[in-house]
Protein backbone atom coordinates (compact mmCIF):
# COMPACT_ATOMS: atom_id res chain seq x y z
CA UNK A 1 0.00 0.00 0.00
CA UNK A 2 2.87 2.24 1.14
CA UNK A 3 4.37 1.47 -2.54
CA UNK A 4 0.91 2.26 -4.35
CA UNK A 5 -1.94 3.76 -3.54
CA UNK A 6 -0.57 5.95 -0.49
CA UNK A 7 2.81 6.38 -2.26
CA UNK A 8 3.81 10.06 -1.93
CA UNK A 9 1.47 11.04 0.85
CA UNK A 10 2.65 12.51 4.44
CA UNK A 11 -0.29 11.34 5.98
CA UNK A 12 -2.67 8.12 5.29
CA UNK A 13 -6.15 7.76 7.19
CA UNK A 14 -7.68 4.83 8.01
CA UNK A 15 -11.36 4.34 7.90
CA UNK A 16 -12.03 0.69 7.05
CA UNK A 17 -15.11 -0.49 9.81
CA UNK A 18 -13.33 -3.55 10.53
CA UNK A 19 -9.78 -1.92 11.69
CA UNK A 20 -9.66 -1.59 15.50
CA UNK A 21 -7.31 0.80 16.72
CA UNK A 22 -6.39 -0.91 19.51
CA UNK A 23 -5.29 -3.55 17.32
CA UNK A 24 -3.23 -1.61 14.97
CA UNK A 25 -1.59 0.02 17.86
CA UNK A 26 -0.32 -3.55 19.01
CA UNK A 27 0.44 -4.42 15.31
CA UNK A 28 3.07 -1.12 15.40
CA UNK A 29 4.22 -2.23 18.81
CA UNK A 30 5.11 -5.39 17.24
CA UNK A 31 6.65 -4.29 13.71
CA UNK A 32 8.80 -1.79 15.84
CA UNK A 33 10.00 -3.54 18.86
CA UNK A 34 9.39 -7.56 18.39
CA UNK A 35 7.02 -7.18 21.44
CA UNK A 36 2.91 -6.68 22.01
CA UNK A 37 0.63 -6.40 24.46
CA UNK A 38 -3.10 -6.32 23.84
CA UNK A 39 -6.34 -6.92 25.76
CA UNK A 40 -7.77 -10.39 24.79
CA UNK A 41 -11.04 -9.08 23.94
CA UNK A 42 -8.88 -7.47 20.41
CA UNK A 43 -6.77 -10.65 19.71
CA UNK A 44 -9.07 -11.56 17.27
CA UNK A 45 -9.29 -8.08 15.83
CA UNK A 46 -5.31 -8.47 15.66
CA UNK A 47 -5.03 -11.81 14.16
CA UNK A 48 -7.33 -10.23 11.34
CA UNK A 49 -4.60 -7.50 10.54
CA UNK A 50 -2.18 -10.12 10.73
CA UNK A 51 -3.62 -12.05 8.06
CA UNK A 52 -4.19 -9.02 6.24
CA UNK A 53 -0.44 -7.49 6.35
CA UNK A 54 0.69 -10.71 5.70
CA UNK A 55 2.48 -11.24 9.11
CA UNK A 56 2.80 -14.52 9.37
CA UNK A 57 5.45 -14.85 12.49
CA UNK A 58 2.57 -12.52 14.43
CA UNK A 59 0.05 -14.82 13.76
CA UNK A 60 2.01 -17.80 14.35
CA UNK A 61 2.81 -15.95 17.65
CA UNK A 62 -0.56 -15.17 18.56
CA UNK A 63 -1.77 -18.48 17.91
CA UNK A 64 1.14 -20.25 20.21
CA UNK A 65 0.35 -17.89 22.86
CA UNK A 66 -3.57 -18.44 22.90
CA UNK A 67 -2.95 -22.48 22.49
CA UNK A 68 -0.64 -22.01 25.87
CA UNK A 69 -3.62 -20.52 28.16
CA UNK A 70 -6.27 -22.82 28.10
CA UNK A 71 -9.05 -22.52 30.61
CA UNK A 72 -6.70 -19.56 32.38
CA UNK A 73 -8.23 -16.47 32.69
CA UNK A 74 -6.07 -14.15 30.90
CA UNK A 75 -6.65 -10.21 30.63
CA UNK A 76 -3.27 -8.99 28.40
CA UNK A 77 -1.85 -11.24 25.85
CA UNK A 78 2.02 -10.34 25.51
CA UNK A 79 4.62 -11.57 23.31
CA UNK A 80 8.01 -10.99 24.43
CA UNK A 81 10.57 -13.03 22.10
CA UNK A 82 13.46 -14.51 23.76
CA UNK A 83 16.57 -12.69 23.83
CA UNK A 84 17.85 -15.37 21.39
CA UNK A 85 15.12 -14.52 18.48
CA UNK A 86 17.40 -13.27 15.40
CA UNK A 87 13.90 -12.27 13.64
CA UNK A 88 13.83 -8.20 14.59
CA UNK A 89 18.26 -7.92 13.98
CA UNK A 90 17.45 -9.43 10.69
CA UNK A 91 15.11 -6.69 9.39
CA UNK A 92 16.96 -4.07 10.89
CA UNK A 93 19.94 -5.43 8.90
CA UNK A 94 18.01 -5.52 5.99
CA UNK A 95 18.11 -1.44 6.00
CA UNK A 96 21.18 -1.08 6.94
CA UNK A 97 22.30 -3.35 4.12
CA UNK A 98 19.67 -0.86 2.00
CA UNK A 99 21.45 2.18 3.22
CA UNK A 100 24.46 0.75 1.98
CA UNK A 101 26.27 2.10 -1.51
CA UNK A 102 26.25 -0.31 -4.55
CA UNK A 103 30.13 -0.14 -4.42
CA UNK A 104 30.38 -1.82 -0.83
CA UNK A 105 27.88 -4.13 -1.06
CA UNK A 106 30.64 -6.70 -1.98
CA UNK A 107 29.33 -10.41 -1.39
CA UNK A 108 25.42 -9.18 -0.70
CA UNK A 109 24.69 -9.44 -4.51
CA UNK A 110 20.79 -8.70 -4.81
CA UNK A 111 19.09 -8.25 -1.91
CA UNK A 112 16.44 -10.54 -1.16
CA UNK A 113 13.38 -9.00 -0.60
CA UNK A 114 9.96 -10.32 -2.02
CA UNK A 115 9.07 -7.33 -4.07
CA UNK A 116 9.55 -7.81 -8.42
CA UNK A 117 10.42 -3.49 -8.40
CA UNK A 118 12.48 -4.00 -5.72
CA UNK A 119 12.66 -2.25 -2.37
CA UNK A 120 12.59 1.67 -1.22
CA UNK A 121 13.49 1.95 2.52
CA UNK A 122 12.53 5.22 1.95
CA UNK A 123 15.85 6.96 3.50
CA UNK A 124 15.06 10.76 4.73
CA UNK A 125 18.73 11.28 5.31
CA UNK A 126 21.95 10.94 2.94
CA UNK A 127 25.70 10.75 4.48
CA UNK A 128 28.32 11.23 2.41
CA UNK A 129 31.41 9.79 3.05
CA UNK A 130 34.16 9.85 0.91
CA UNK A 131 32.41 10.35 -2.53
CA UNK A 132 29.83 7.35 -1.10
CA UNK A 133 26.48 7.89 -0.79
CA UNK A 134 24.52 6.54 2.69
CA UNK A 135 20.39 6.41 2.29
CA UNK A 136 20.43 6.37 5.78
CA UNK A 137 17.01 7.20 8.34
CA UNK A 138 17.22 10.09 10.55
CA UNK A 139 15.06 8.38 13.75
CA UNK A 140 17.74 5.35 13.90
CA UNK A 141 20.96 7.87 14.20
CA UNK A 142 19.45 10.18 16.57
CA UNK A 143 17.88 7.88 18.14
CA UNK A 144 21.08 6.17 19.03
CA UNK A 145 23.31 8.91 19.12
CA UNK A 146 23.49 12.56 20.81
CA UNK A 147 25.93 13.80 18.04
CA UNK A 148 23.84 12.59 15.27
CA UNK A 149 21.00 14.67 17.19
CA UNK A 150 22.67 17.60 17.05
CA UNK A 151 24.78 17.50 13.62
CA UNK A 152 21.24 16.83 11.78
CA UNK A 153 19.50 19.73 13.92
CA UNK A 154 20.20 23.01 11.56
CA UNK A 155 22.29 24.84 14.09
CA UNK A 156 24.55 21.97 14.60
CA UNK A 157 24.84 20.56 11.13
CA UNK A 158 28.76 20.34 9.65
CA UNK A 159 27.62 20.57 6.03
CA UNK A 160 24.41 19.84 3.98
CA UNK A 161 23.55 19.74 -0.21
CA UNK A 162 20.49 19.92 -1.62
CA UNK A 163 18.04 17.20 -2.65
CA UNK A 164 19.11 15.95 -5.58
CA UNK A 165 16.86 14.32 -7.97
CA UNK A 166 13.90 14.32 -5.59
CA UNK A 167 16.35 12.99 -2.98
CA UNK A 168 16.66 13.31 0.52
CA UNK A 169 19.27 15.88 2.00
CA UNK A 170 23.06 14.75 1.80
CA UNK A 171 25.50 15.28 4.99
CA UNK A 172 28.82 14.88 4.53
CA UNK A 173 31.07 13.67 7.15
CA UNK A 174 34.64 14.20 7.58
CA UNK A 175 37.55 12.16 9.00
CA UNK A 176 36.02 9.33 8.46
CA UNK A 177 36.42 6.06 5.89
CA UNK A 178 33.47 4.37 4.19
CA UNK A 179 34.83 0.60 5.44
CA UNK A 180 34.77 2.45 8.87
CA UNK A 181 31.01 4.36 8.79
CA UNK A 182 29.88 0.75 7.47
CA UNK A 183 30.36 -0.39 11.31
CA UNK A 184 28.76 2.80 12.27
CA UNK A 185 25.94 1.71 10.45
CA UNK A 186 25.25 -1.74 10.84
CA UNK A 187 25.70 -0.80 14.52
CA UNK A 188 23.20 1.81 14.77
CA UNK A 189 20.58 -0.08 12.70
CA UNK A 190 21.61 -3.56 14.57
CA UNK A 191 22.84 -2.90 17.72
CA UNK A 192 25.73 -5.16 16.31
CA UNK A 193 29.15 -5.75 13.76
CA UNK A 194 31.37 -7.61 12.69
CA UNK A 195 34.33 -5.92 14.05
CA UNK A 196 38.13 -7.97 13.42
CA UNK A 197 40.43 -6.90 15.99
CA UNK A 198 42.74 -5.09 13.09
CA UNK A 199 39.56 -2.52 12.18
CA UNK A 200 38.57 -2.36 15.75
CA UNK A 201 40.79 0.80 16.84
CA UNK A 202 39.57 3.23 13.97
CA UNK A 203 36.24 2.69 14.54
CA UNK A 204 36.74 2.93 18.57
CA UNK A 205 37.89 6.32 17.92
CA UNK A 206 34.73 6.96 15.56
CA UNK A 207 32.24 5.30 18.14
CA UNK A 208 34.10 7.87 20.48
CA UNK A 209 33.08 10.60 18.55
CA UNK A 210 29.54 9.88 17.57
CA UNK A 211 28.74 8.89 21.14
CA UNK A 212 28.19 5.53 20.89
CA UNK A 213 29.51 4.16 23.72
CA UNK A 214 27.69 0.78 22.98
CA UNK A 215 30.10 0.41 20.16
CA UNK A 216 32.71 1.50 21.89
CA UNK A 217 32.09 -1.68 24.35
CA UNK A 218 31.92 -4.23 20.86
CA UNK A 219 35.49 -2.60 20.00
CA UNK A 220 36.74 -3.47 23.50
CA UNK A 221 35.56 -6.92 23.08
CA UNK A 222 37.31 -7.33 20.08
CA UNK A 223 40.78 -5.46 20.78
CA UNK A 224 40.66 -8.15 24.24
CA UNK A 225 41.49 -10.86 21.48
CA UNK A 226 44.79 -9.25 20.62
CA UNK A 227 46.12 -9.51 24.00
CA UNK A 228 49.80 -10.77 24.06
CA UNK A 229 52.85 -9.79 25.59
CA UNK A 230 54.02 -7.19 22.63
CA UNK A 231 50.10 -6.08 22.57
CA UNK A 232 48.50 -5.55 26.32
CA UNK A 233 50.71 -2.94 27.64
CA UNK A 234 49.45 -0.63 24.39
CA UNK A 235 45.77 -2.10 24.55
CA UNK A 236 45.85 -1.27 28.25
CA UNK A 237 46.41 2.74 27.00
CA UNK A 238 43.39 2.55 24.93
CA UNK A 239 41.46 1.32 27.12
CA UNK A 240 42.38 3.70 29.73
CA UNK A 241 41.95 6.79 27.20
CA UNK A 242 38.73 5.34 25.46
CA UNK A 243 37.60 4.68 29.47
CA UNK A 244 36.66 1.01 28.31
CA UNK A 245 36.50 -0.28 32.13
CA UNK A 246 36.17 -4.18 31.20
CA UNK A 247 38.58 -4.09 28.92
CA UNK A 248 41.24 -1.89 31.11
CA UNK A 249 40.66 -4.97 34.02
CA UNK A 250 40.95 -7.69 31.27
CA UNK A 251 44.43 -6.15 30.24
CA UNK A 252 45.39 -5.92 33.83
CA UNK A 253 44.22 -9.54 34.51
CA UNK A 254 46.59 -10.65 31.56
CA UNK A 255 49.64 -8.71 32.95
CA UNK A 256 49.34 -10.32 36.25
CA UNK A 257 49.87 -13.59 34.31
CA UNK A 258 53.06 -12.86 32.87
CA UNK A 259 54.30 -9.85 35.07
CA UNK A 260 57.75 -11.73 35.27
CA UNK A 261 57.73 -11.21 31.77
CA UNK A 262 56.22 -7.84 31.84
CA UNK A 263 58.76 -6.38 33.96
CA UNK A 264 61.85 -6.76 31.29
CA UNK A 265 59.69 -4.51 28.67
CA UNK A 266 60.76 -0.69 28.36
CA UNK A 267 56.70 0.09 27.32
CA UNK A 268 55.26 -1.64 30.74
CA UNK A 269 57.78 0.31 33.62
CA UNK A 270 56.92 3.66 31.47
CA UNK A 271 53.16 3.32 31.81
CA UNK A 272 54.12 2.26 35.69
CA UNK A 273 55.61 5.66 35.89
CA UNK A 274 52.87 7.53 33.99
CA UNK A 275 50.57 5.84 35.76
CA UNK A 276 52.62 7.37 38.95
CA UNK A 277 52.80 10.45 37.59
CA UNK A 278 49.46 11.08 37.16
CA UNK A 279 48.20 10.40 40.36
CA UNK A 280 47.68 14.28 41.48
CA UNK A 281 49.41 15.25 44.63
CA UNK A 282 51.20 11.92 44.65
CA UNK A 283 52.93 11.40 48.01
CA UNK A 284 56.10 9.02 48.40
CA UNK A 285 54.42 5.82 49.24
CA UNK A 286 50.83 6.20 47.73
CA UNK A 287 49.06 3.90 45.60
CA UNK A 288 49.34 3.24 42.21
CA UNK A 289 46.03 2.17 40.39
CA UNK A 290 47.97 -0.26 37.36
CA UNK A 291 50.27 -1.72 40.18
CA UNK A 292 47.29 -2.20 42.42
CA UNK A 293 45.14 -3.86 39.99
CA UNK A 294 48.02 -6.45 38.89
CA UNK A 295 48.70 -7.08 42.47
CA UNK A 296 44.99 -7.89 42.83
CA UNK A 297 44.84 -10.30 40.02
CA UNK A 298 47.78 -11.65 41.55
CA UNK A 299 46.32 -12.54 44.53
CA UNK A 300 43.05 -13.58 43.11
CA UNK A 301 44.66 -16.55 41.79
CA UNK A 302 45.76 -18.38 45.12
CA UNK A 303 43.50 -21.07 45.26
CA UNK A 304 46.08 -24.12 46.75
CA UNK A 305 49.27 -23.92 48.82
CA UNK A 306 51.87 -24.63 45.86
CA UNK A 307 49.85 -21.74 43.89
CA UNK A 308 50.97 -19.20 46.98
CA UNK A 309 55.04 -19.40 45.93
CA UNK A 310 54.09 -18.69 42.59
CA UNK A 311 52.52 -15.34 43.07
CA UNK A 312 55.14 -14.51 45.71
CA UNK A 313 57.48 -14.84 43.01
CA UNK A 314 55.28 -12.50 41.07
CA UNK A 315 54.77 -9.91 43.35
CA UNK A 316 58.34 -9.78 44.25
CA UNK A 317 59.65 -9.49 40.56
CA UNK A 318 56.67 -6.30 40.42
CA UNK A 319 58.52 -5.14 43.18
CA UNK A 320 61.82 -5.49 41.93
CA UNK A 321 60.71 -3.43 38.91
CA UNK A 322 59.59 -1.03 41.15
CA UNK A 323 62.50 -0.56 43.37
CA UNK A 324 64.59 -0.31 40.34
CA UNK A 325 62.74 2.79 38.89
CA UNK A 326 62.74 4.56 41.74
CA UNK A 327 59.04 4.19 43.04
CA UNK A 328 57.60 2.85 46.30
CA UNK A 329 53.91 1.90 46.68
Known sequence: MFDTKWKGKSMVVLRHPLINPVAFGALLQYLYTGHLDIGVEHVSDCERLAKQCQLWDLLSDLEAKLA???????????????????????????LADCALPPELRGDLGELPFPFPDGFNSCPDVCFRVAGCSFLCHK?????????????????FRESEE???????PAVSLHGISPEVFTHVLYY????????????????L??????????????????LAQLLDEDSVVGVWRV?????????????????????????????FAEAVREEAAAVAARQET????????????????????????????????????????????
Do not use: N, W
Request: charge should be negative; charged fraction near 30%; glycine fraction near 4%.
Open 139 to 155: AFFCGRSDYFRALLDDH
Open 188 to 203: VYSDHTELSPEAAYDV
Open 239 to 267: AKLFRLARLEDQCTEYMAKIIEKLVERED
Open 162 to 168: PEASGGP
Open 286 to 329: DSIPLVDDIRFHVASTVQTYSAIEEAQQRLQALEDLLMSIGLDC
Open 68 to 94: SKPGTCVKVLTIEPPATDPRLREDMVL
Open 205 to 222: SVADMYLLPGLKRLCGRS
